[in-house]
């Protein structure tokens, strides 16, 4: 091994340039080289310089990840696989199993970086991932065992795409990887459209530069001019079967602990997991619903960000008059109505605006005349100019309240509302043990609430069981 690559092993020199300085030794061909410089300990700090950020990133943060980009671009040219701006694929990178495998993992290391910033990745990006797909398809029909394994990394980028990590909190793109990994495992490529998205995960136009779409949202029109399905009959199954927690070792490789075990590495506790996998079993979509209706919708917005500003501005809503004086202890922040559906909006906000976060709580109003909705950001997109946010909307008449836990005197602030005639209640993250049952008091009365349904950025939703008397 040459001097240059010793310095890979040297964890001393924490120059600002040294990531830059060992991708610039990789030669042209040395796809084993190329391969060992994607593990190199510096990706992960340059990464923890961006993750986590609030959104739109501010100049810092955004510096950082540009960076990153620059030097995985830089080493997919270096190692010969393509021009930086689009991002290539020449003939000799599909002619060699060596070279399209250091092209996934590089182009996995570009769409990781790009999650973890919730940006878009580089134009040419996805026409990149459909050649290599296109062409190991091909080839796998001929030579299957040489072909199976980059088979499933193409599956890998494909399924990270349709599990949208824009929408994960940060944190779980760990866990994500490790469950498209598993789920690769069990999903095939289909030039036949499946008959419903029980079996249709993903689609895509090889011939376009757009992300594989969740097959359920298909719009009906969509005509491609080459269209690849994967087919997710089987990964149903074991999604479902995560969720439920009764995987056993002999039957499926403990996929189930495999992927806690990355969670805990990752700083998540067994509840994050598990609510990470849940988040995968709903954007599954296992329904015959080829489409959610949205219309196009020209209006304005202003939101409150987080779940004390929102419990603040919820204040409003009390009739008591002297609650309006809460206007002051919140600011909101304007946005654009780009669509809406029957569950939520898509909405478009300015680039100066960076309080924005997936799985942030928010409230919504048109006027100041109108009541607070409560919505939830679903996921998130900041392309350097605007950022745009799938909001749901979770209730048009929630309610703050004030609560205690029933061992403690300290007070702490409680969203509430009905849905699906159940009563449910957000709480600040870490009020309880998220896995267990507790209890809390409001006036006079003793709620008794389920373990968390869900986690948040800030906040835990949890279902309320029961009501007794104090």
Same mark, same amino acid.
């Given at each position: 091994?040459?001097?240059?690559?010793?310095?890979?092993?040297?964890?001393?020199?924490?120059?600002?340039?040294?990531?830059?300085?060992?991708?610039?030794?990789?030669?042209i061909?040395?796809?084993?080289?190329?391969v060992?410089?994607?593990?190199h300990?510096?990706?992960?700090?340059?990464e923890?310089?961006?993750?986590?950020?609030?959104?739109?990133?501010v100049?810092?943060?955004?510096?950082?990840?540009?960076?990153?980009?620059?030097?995985?671009?830089l080493?997919?040219?270096?190692?010969?696989?393509?021009?930086?701006?689009?991002?290539?694929?020449?003939?000799?990178?599909?002619?060699?199993?060596?070279?399209?495998a250091?092209?996934?993992?590089?182009?996995?290391?570009?769409?990781?970086?790009?999650?973890?910033?919730y940006s878009?990745?580089?134009?040419?990006?996805?026409?990149?991932?459909?050649?290599?797909?296109?062409?190991?398809?091909?080839?796998?029909?001929?030579?299957?065992?040489?072909?199976?394994?980059?088979?499933?990394?193409?599956?890998?980028l494909?399924?990270?795409?349709?599990?949208?990590?824009?929408?994960?909190?940060?944190?779980?793109?760990?866990?994500?990887?490790?469950?498209?990994?598993?789920?690769s495992?069990?999903?095939?490529?289909s030039?036949?459209?499946?008959?419903?998205?029980?079996t249709?995960?993903?689609?895509?136009?090889?011939?376009?530069?757009?992300?594989?779409?969740?097959?359920?949202?298909?719009?009906?029109?969509?005509r491609?001019?080459l269209?690849?399905?994967?087919?997710?009959?089987?990964? *149903?199954?074991?999604?479902?079967e995560? /969720? %439920?927690? +009764? &995987?056993?070792?002999? !039957?499926?490789? @403990?996929?189930?602990?495999?992927?806690?075990?990355?969670g805990?590495?990752?700083?998540?506790?067994?509840?994050?997991?598990?609510?990470?996998?849940?988040?995968?079993?709903?954007?599954?979509?296992?329904?015959?619903?080829?489409?959610?209706?949205?219309?196009?919708t020209?209006?304005?917005?202003?939101?409150v960000?987080?779940?004390?500003?929102?419990w603040?501005?919820?204040?409003?809503?009390?009739?008591?008059?002297?609650?309006?004086?809460?206007?002051?202890h919140?600011?909101?922040?304007?946005?654009?109505?780009?669509?809406?559906?029957?569950?939520?909006?898509?909405?478009?906000? *300015?680039?100066?605006?960076?309080?924005? /976060? %997936?799985? +942030? &709580?928010?409230?919504? !109003?048109?006027? @100041?005349?109108?009541?607070?909705?409560?919505?939830?950001?679903?996921?998130?997109?900041?392309?350097?100019?605007?950022?745009?946010?799938?909001?749901?909307?979770?209730?048009?008449?929630?309610?703050?309240?004030?609560?205690?836990?029933?061992?403690?005197?300290?007070?702490?602030?409680?969203?509430?509302?009905?849905?699906?005639?159940?009563?449910?209640?957000?709480?600040?993250?870490?009020?309880?043990?998220?896995?267990?049952?507790?209890?809390?008091?409001?006036?006079?009365?003793?709620?008794v609430?389920?373990?968390?349904?869900e986690?948040?950025?800030d906040?835990?939703?949890?279902?309320?069981?029961?009501?007794?008397?104090?």
């Open positions: 091994m040459s001097s240059s690559r010793n310095r890979l092993d040297d964890p001393r020199d924490d120059s600002k340039n040294r990531l830059y300085d060992i991708v610039a030794t990789v030669d061909g040395d796809y084993d080289h190329a060992e410089v994607l593990s300990a510096a990706w992960t700090r340059l923890a310089a961006f993750w986590n950020a609030s959104h739109p990133m100049s810092l943060e955004r510096a950082a990840f540009a960076e990153y980009l620059l030097t995985a671009q080493l997919w040219q270096k190692s010969g696989l393509g021009s930086i701006r689009p991002i290539t694929v020449y003939r000799s990178t599909l002619a060699d199993s060596a070279a399209l250091a092209a996934l993992r590089i182009l996995g290391k570009i769409y990781a970086g790009c999650n973890l910033a878009n990745p580089p134009a040419g990006f996805w026409r990149s991932v459909y050649s290599i797909t296109g062409y190991v398809l091909a080839r796998q029909r001929d030579e299957h065992n040489e072909f199976a394994e980059l088979r499933d990394m193409c599956l890998q494909w399924l990270m795409a349709w599990l949208n990590p824009l929408s994960l909190a940060a944190g779980r793109l760990s866990v994500a990887v490790r469950l498209v990994g598993h789920l495992k069990t999903c095939n490529y030039l036949s459209p499946p008959t419903h998205a029980g249709g995960l993903a689609a895509a136009d090889l011939m376009d530069d757009h992300s594989p779409m969740p097959f359920a949202r298909l719009p009906n029109p969509w491609p001019q269209p690849v399905y994967v087919n997710a009959q089987d990964a *149903a199954f074991v999604v479902e995560i /969720r %439920a927690g +009764s &995987l056993s070792r002999s !039957r499926r490789g @403990g996929i189930y602990d495999g992927l806690l075990a990355t805990q590495a990752a700083g998540l506790t067994t509840h994050e997991v598990n609510d990470f996998v849940r988040r995968a079993v709903r954007e599954f979509g296992q329904n015959v619903v080829r489409e959610i209706p949205r219309i196009a020209q209006g304005a917005l202003h939101c960000v987080g779940l004390i500003d929102t603040t501005a919820m204040q409003e809503h009390l009739p008591n008059s002297s609650n309006r004086v809460a206007s002051k919140f600011s909101s922040i304007p946005a654009t109505i780009l669509n809406q559906s029957e569950g939520g909006f898509l909405l478009r906000f *300015a680039i100066q605006q960076s309080v924005l /976060r %997936a799985a +942030s &709580l928010i409230a919504l !109003r048109g006027t @100041g005349n109108e009541p607070w909705s409560l919505g939830v950001v679903r996921w998130l997109q900041d392309d350097g100019n605007e950022v745009l946010i799938g909001c749901e909307v979770l209730s048009n008449f929630a309610e703050s309240r004030l609560i205690r836990l029933q061992s403690g005197d300290q007070q702490c602030p409680a969203m509430v509302f009905s849905a699906e005639g159940a009563d449910h209640i957000f709480l600040p993250l870490g009020t309880a043990e998220s896995n267990v049952v507790c209890q809390v008091v409001f006036d006079r009365s003793i709620w609430l389920s373990a968390a349904i986690l948040g950025d906040w835990e939703l949890r279902a309320v069981l029961d009501t007794l008397a104090a």
